[in-house]
């Protein structure tokens, strides 16, 4: 090859390289936006499930007992999760800290018989509202259980919040519902299984955790079953199972939402329950969502939205100030 040519070679390659650059560039942005779209997507989906199957349960509230209504719902949840968790074969099943998931089974059964049990007797629109102080009380939690600093800005935005939910349930005003202390509960009760699931995140799998979850709810409340069994008639058996179908269909939607995007970013989106809920409540029950309401949710969601911000840009400041791991010296080889 003449010198002439190997120059010729020599100059066009840096702009080859630079097309491949911003080709792959390109390509890489655009599967992130993909990504992002599908975590959207899924998020926003899996809330409209949530609020339909909890929708059901608060038309069969009446009919059936809290149990029967948390058996179906566990059992049939595997409908759909069963191919994401017999994909992972048998090393599901394997796990470094047992005690941590039963916590985890503990915390989110009680918190769904409380928030099941609470459907029968409040507003669809007004208990998905108060379940959405789940993120301030794992704030506050996150101090005692994980031994995190949280600042005085989220501290301040957790009092802001549950000043939300004095708005919205103006226990003064002499129309304050005893049911509202077990929406509480079982938001609390959420807060908790939410805070195993982070410790639990850094051996285990996803799919670990929801088998574990889904496999206890239906044995405990299998155990239990027979004692307040009521034999469902007609179109209650669709509905029971749907019940199940929808809730498993609505977890899987919610793991894929946050595998494609991140938190920050999916996240906000998981409010759109509240307006789903008012929908439903609305078509349904003629329910509408007072003012007070309104304003308290708003005020709940302005505060977990502001500590998502918060603790997403302390994870990226941590992340920064951590040094990346040194090379391994050839010497050392």
């Given at each position: 090859?003449?010198?002439?040519?190997?120059?010729q070679?020599?100059?066009?390659?840096?702009?080859?390289?630079?097309?491949?650059?911003?080709?792959?560039?390109?390509?890489?942005?655009?599967?992130?936006?993909?990504?992002?779209?599908?975590?959207?997507?899924?998020?926003?989906g899996?809330?409209?499930?949530?609020?339909?199957?909890?929708?059901?349960?608060?038309?069969?509230?009446?009919?059936?007992?809290?149990?029967?209504?948390?058996?179906?719902?566990?059992?049939?949840?595997?409908?759909?999760?069963?191919?994401?968790?017999?994909?992972?074969?048998?090393?599901?099943?394997?796990?470094?800290?047992?005690?941590?998931?039963?916590?985890?089974?503990?915390?989110?059964?009680?918190?769904?018989?409380?928030?099941?049990?609470?459907?029968?007797?409040?507003?669809?629109?007004?208990?998905?509202?108060?379940?959405?102080?789940?993120?301030?009380?794992?704030?506050?939690?996150?101090?005692?259980?994980?031994?995190?600093k949280?600042?005085?800005?989220?501290?301040?935005?957790?009092?802001?919040?549950?000043?939300?939910?004095?708005?919205?349930?103006?226990?003064?005003?002499?129309?304050?519902d005893?049911?509202?202390?077990?929406?509480?509960?079982?938001?609390?009760?959420?807060?908790?299984?939410?805070?195993?699931?982070?410790?639990?995140?850094?051996?285990?799998?996803?799919?670990?955790?929801?088998?574990?979850?889904?496999?206890?709810?239906?044995a405990?409340?299998?155990?239990?079953?027979?004692f307040?069994?009521?034999?469902?008639?007609?179109?209650?058996?669709?509905?029971?199972?749907?019940?199940?179908?929808?809730?498993?269909?609505?977890?899987?939607?919610?793991?894929?939402?946050?595998?494609?995007?991140?938190a920050?970013?999916?996240?906000?989106?998981?409010?759109?329950?509240?307006?789903?809920?008012a929908?439903?409540?609305?078509?349904?029950?003629?329910?509408?969502?007072?003012?007070?309401?309104?304003?308290?949710?708003?005020?709940?969601?302005?505060?977990?939205?502001?500590?998502l911000?918060?603790?997403?840009?302390?994870?990226?400041?941590?992340?920064?100030?951590?040094?990346?791991?040194?090379?391994?010296?050839?010497?050392?080889?």
């Amino acid at each position: 090859m003449s010198s002439s040519r190997r120059l010729q070679d020599a100059a066009r390659a840096p702009a080859s390289a630079t097309r491949d650059a911003v080709g792959g560039t390109r390509t890489g942005a655009s599967a992130e936006a993909r990504g992002i779209r599908n975590g959207i997507l899924c998020i926003i989906g899996a809330a409209l499930l949530f609020t339909s199957s909890h929708a059901a349960i608060k038309l069969e509230a009446s009919s059936f007992h809290v149990v029967q209504l948390v058996f179906f719902r566990s059992v049939f949840a595997f409908v759909p999760l069963a191919p994401f968790i017999f994909r992972s074969g048998i090393g599901l099943l394997k796990t470094q800290r047992p005690g941590l998931h039963a916590g985890r089974c503990l915390a989110g059964i009680t918190s769904m018989f409380a928030y099941f049990y609470a459907l029968g007797f409040l507003p669809l629109a007004d208990l998905t509202a108060i379940n959405f102080t789940m993120p301030l009380f794992v704030t506050a939690l996150s101090v005692p259980l994980l031994g995190e600093k949280v600042g005085w800005r989220r501290w301040t935005a957790v009092a802001v919040g549950f000043g939300g939910v004095l708005l919205m349930t103006r226990p003064g005003a002499g129309v304050f519902d005893p049911m509202i202390l077990l929406a509480l509960f079982s938001a609390f009760g959420y807060a908790i299984a939410v805070i195993c699931m982070r410790r639990l995140g850094s051996t285990d799998s996803s799919a670990t955790t929801t088998f574990y979850f889904t496999a206890v709810s239906a044995a405990i409340s299998g155990v239990l079953l027979p004692f307040y069994w009521q034999t469902p008639v007609g179109i209650e058996w669709v509905v029971l199972i749907l019940i199940g179908v929808v809730s498993g269909g609505a977890q899987l939607m919610m793991t894929l939402g946050y595998r494609f995007a991140p938190a920050a970013i999916v996240a906000p989106f998981d409010y759109v329950a509240l307006v789903w809920a008012a929908l439903l409540g609305f078509v349904i029950w003629d329910h509408l969502p007072t003012a007070w309401v309104v304003s308290g949710a708003a005020v709940v969601i302005a505060s977990g939205l502001y500590i998502l911000r918060r603790e997403t840009k302390l994870a990226r400041e941590r992340a920064a100030a951590t040094p990346p791991p040194r090379a391994a010296s050839p010497d050392r080889d």
